[in-house]
T-cell receptor
């Protein structure tokens, strides 16, 4: 089985541009989570989505950031008008619908660099 | 705010030595996961523990979940250079909920 897939693996943007990060969960997984890892910091939760629904966005910055998980296609994390402070590794994780262990499986990440 | 403190932060040992990494919190978790992360890659799941007092073994790695489900430990026996990496614990507080990650332990095993 293919694992969680993320693309692109590396993304370079200039200040003010938009960044779109994609995540395809593992087959059979309907829960998607996005985390951010700033340089020399730990992973921090951003948002939790199920198909067509945002369940928990308590970790998302209030402005410029949005996420979706449409009925068809990958989950998208969108950052508008990027700033240098957005430079980080963004990880997506997925988990199955019924899993009492709450286990999440991570993708390889997208490394965003804002020039 | 839930916090997971890991200790030690850094550990440099020689091949063949044993080590223990600790993950502590004042919060109760419904499950706790351990991951290892290599530079430039995503965290790779090692184990999930869900029951207080539970002990799981994965070859030379032994994981324990505290009785009160607030803390956990990872013990590595006879460490090898391939064990080098960043070890992360992460706790969940309910079914299908976000993970709170620990501060991480960076392990280096030399020949």
């Amino acid at each position: 089985n293919a694992g969680v897939m993320q693309n692109p693996r590396h993304l370079v943007r200039r200040r003010g541009q938009e960044a779109r990060l994609r995540c395809s969960p593992m087959k059979g997984h309907s829960h998607v989570y996005w985390y951010r890892q700033l340089p020399e910091e730990g992973l921090k939760f951003m948002v939790y989505l199920q198909k067509e629904n945002i369940i928990d966005e308590s970790g998302m910055p209030k402005e410029r950031f949005s996420a979706e998980f449409p009925k068809e296609g990958p989950s998208i994390l969108r950052i508008q008008q990027v700033v240098r402070g957005d430079s980080a590794a963004y990880f997506c994780a997925s988990s199955p619908l019924r899993d009492r262990t709450d286990t999440q499986y991570f993708g390889p990440g997208t490394r965003l660099t804002v020039l | 705010t839930q916090l997971l403190e890991q200790s030690p932060q850094f550990l440099s040992i020689q091949e063949g030595e044993n080590l223990t990494v600790y993950c502590n919190s004042s919060s109760v978790f419904s499950s706790l996961q351990w991951y290892r992360q290599e530079p430039g890659e995503g965290p790779v799941l090692l184990v999930t523990v869900v029951t207080g007092g539970e002990v799981k073994k994965l070859k030379r790695l032994t994981f324990q979940f505290g009785d009160a489900r607030k803390d956990s430990s990872l013990h590595i026996t006879a460490a090898q250079p391939g064990d080098t990496g960043l070890y992360l614990c992460a706790g969940a507080t309910g079914t299908a909920s976000k993970l709170t990650f620990g501060t991480g332990t960076r392990l280096q095993v030399t020949l």
